[in-house]
């Protein structure tokens, strides 16, 4: 895809703050035609640079009131596997593999501390190619919008 450009990067940001945002109204937003805005979101889905659409949510309002990342540090040669086993545990909100110290952070949203733990030590310490975690608690969390 060629780069984006000040539009595709307006409407992005239309997109983030309000993804229901009505096709007319991201034109506006922009300051091009309807038409415009629709063939430019077409074009950004097609071309992979939208994966999709969500929904922002209150963890603690959804009963999560334990909140932390977890790093791993695993056998490498295993990511695939400990990947598909990271992501049936339900309540892991979101996994990067990254370098440094750790190879895997998780976001895992639970419903208290002692549910934390049993996702901690029961499920993801119990994956074999997992050497080791380290849990950083989330006292409260700030989205961008």
Sequence with gaps: MAELDEVDEAILAELRRDARSSMTAIADAVHISRAGAHARIKRLTETGV?????????????????????????????????????????????MALVGGDFDVI????????????????????????????RTTLIFEDFSRS
């Design 50 to 94: 939208i994966t999709g659409y969500t929904v922002r949510t209150d963890p603690v309002l959804l009963g999560h009131h334990a909140s932390a990342y977890i790093m791993l540090a695993i056998e490498q040669a295993t990511w695939q596997d400990v990947q598909e086993r990271l992501r049936a545990i339900p309540e892991v909100e979101h």
């Design 106 to 133: 998780l976001l895992v949203r639970a419903r208290d501390a002692r549910d934390l733990r049993r996702i901690v030590l029961e499920d993801i310490q119990a994956i074999p190619s997992v050497r080791s975690t």
